[in-house]
């Protein structure tokens, strides 16, 4: 091959591999990535840390993409906002952190309720209250789940490196589009501000759910709140061609306040089911080295880092150990767990908090009276030592 043509090679794999957008990023700023991936069209927040990241990138990013960025007087109205925009046409989410994600709450069960399809990221800090604003925690998967009043249900997903993030908060704006509901992602402040490789795939690689718009034409009845057979509601942008009711007080298909027992039944058990009964579908998980594993650690988060870390040095010590990362808190994976922990003769949940997620293992397993938790709740990072002590502590018991 001549020089000239050693030259035209080399400048064309140096185009091919321009093509591929690698990055060097933070854990908030994959969120963002993520989110335009998916097509985000209107962000409202309120700057808190540890998540303000989120914030100041979308600012910038946004008004570029022809979106909107508004930042609100509060969390409150952040939220309102967001369902809103939602109800308007727009891909719509926001960002908090600790008290934040408190006050949010009342909107999110309106979200709920009206069947809103958004996404609030909650990057967890050490609380309760002002608590540790600048320190990890994993303190809020309970007030996800439970933090709005009333029966209802909603999906909560997860991750724990920078390219997961980024993946699973695609998964989030589909999640939330698919079923017309709120999806949160529970990050931590370690995976929020550590930084790692970002590789972001070709627009079209990862499936974008769009919103399924409803087909009944102008001037004819239509029934915002009427499922297809598969489940899904077809919406119409408010403020389009069709007028209907929204409301946060239980309602008919049409939109409109009912009292009717047989009717706010029906409603509640949809609000539950069409979560609930899709739990097999929404769970999503990564598996290390459980094939022949006697101990199984369960984790999700920056915990699981620690859990890899100690698995992958127990098992070039010939220890069977395995880990089941769980990247779908609720609705909570209670088959998967129980599949996956069956045959372990001990199962250790990895968590800094009291054991949220440890309850929802026991319930789960084949053997509760075998499940142990290892955790931290001061602010600092549960390390691969921890673990450590608390397993060698209860495998000197004989368990």
Known sequence: MGRT????TARAAGR???????RFVQGNEACVLGALYAGVGFFAGYPITPSTEIAEHLAEQLPRRGGVFIQMEDEISAMCAVCGASLAGAKAMTATSGPGFS?????????????????????????PSTGLPTKVSQGDVNQARWGAHGDHSIVVLTASSIQDVFSITVEAFNIAETYRTPVILLFDEVVGHMREKLVIPPQGDLEVVERLRTEVRAGVNYHPYLPREDGRLPISDFGGVHRYNVTGLFHDIFGFPTEKPEEVTKLVYHLVDKIENRAHLLARHKEYYLEDAEHVIVSYGSSARSAIHLVEGRRRKGDRIGLLELQTLWPFPSQLVREKTARARNVFVVEMNMGQVKSQVKQAAVHPDRVFLVNRMDGMMVTPTDIGKVMRIIEGRGF
């Open 5 to 8: 043509q050693k030259q035209a």
């Open 16 to 22: 091919n591999a321009g093509a591929q957008d690698i």
């Open 103 to 127: 006050l949010k709450q009342e909107a999110i069960g309106y979200a709920c309720m009206a069947e809103i399809p958004c996404v609030v990221v909650d990057v967890q800090r050490a609380g």
